[in-house]
Antibody
Framework: EVQLLESGGGLVQPGGSLRLSCAAS????????MSWVRQAPGKGLEWVAT????????YYADSVKGRFIISRDNSKNTLYLQMNSLRAEDTAIHYC???????????WGQGTLVTVSS | QSALTQPPSASGSPGQSVTISCTGT?????????VSWYQQHPGKAPKLMIY???KRASGVPDRFSGSKSGNTASLTVSGLQAEDEADYYC?????????????FGTGTKVTVL
């Protein structure tokens, strides 16, 4: 059974940093493109970042480019999102998701809440 | 990276059909056959319903179907059931084949009357 389990969310002050993790199981993690998608409270979905299966290609939404870094450790079956220079508008549930343009995001984690506030 | 446009709400009685539109541009919806649709119940993670415009995800009932014409994609739910009441989001790839960018729709709340 495919499982994605996010962790690392919490309350952080504006300008602070946070690292999210997504532990994957039930599939060969190293062969799948992975992404982060977020949802602000009461708002719609927003794509954040995508990383290729090998980790050699990374892609970002304009809203996080230069502040967030997506990475993965295929030996640990884990996806990461390093979030720097956090702003109030980054407050959202952050989901990790498996899939690509060909398959859609066919598996999602339960999400982890990031709250940026002083 | 502008959001794709969806109607805020749609509704239908049980057994009826409802169609949700998703309008973009030639740089996203119109330029690629990589439109997907997601269903989200309150407090839950999104669930993939349709990918590559028309393909149903595993386990999705054939009451759900997708299509595209020009810059507008559509999701049709036939034979509405109570459990179909949820928020629905479209998504499309945007940009060139060498540069990956994704965009979501603004979301549509479907109500089963």
């Amino acid at each position: 059974e495919v499982q994605l389990l996010e962790s690392g969310g919490g309350l952080v002050q504006p300008g602070g940093s946070l690292r999210l993790s997504c532990a994957a199981s039930g599939f060969t993690f190293s062969t799948y493109v992975m992404s982060w998608v977020r949802q602000a409270p009461g708002k719609g979905l927003e794509w954040v970042a995508t990383i290729s299966a090998s980790g050699g290609g990374t892609y970002y939404a304009d809203s996080v480019k230069g502040r967030f870094i997506i990475s993965r450790d295929n030996s640990k079956n884990t996806l990461y999102l390093q979030m720097n220079s956090l702003r109030a508008e980054d407050t959202a549930i952050h989901y990790c998701a498996r899939g690509d343009r060909y398959s859609g995001w066919n598996y999602w984690g339960q999400g982890t809440l990031v709250t940026v506030s002083s | 990276q502008s959001a794709l446009t969806q109607p805020p709400s749609a509704s239908g009685s049980p057994g009826q059909s409802v169609t949700i539109s998703c309008t973009g541009t030639s740089s996203d919806v119109g330029g690629y056959n990589y439109v997907s649709w997601y269903q989200q119940h309150p407090g839950k993670a999104p669930k993939l319903m349709i990918y590559e415009v028309t393909k149903r995800a595993s386990g999705v009932p054939d009451r759900f179907s997708g299509s595209k014409s020009g810059n507008t994609a559509s999701l049709t739910v036939s034979g509405l059931q109570a459990e179909d009441e949820a928020d629905y989001y479209c998504s499309s790839i945007a940009g060139s084949n060498n540069f990956v960018v994704y965009v979501f729709g603004t979301g549509t709340k479907v109500t089963v009357l």
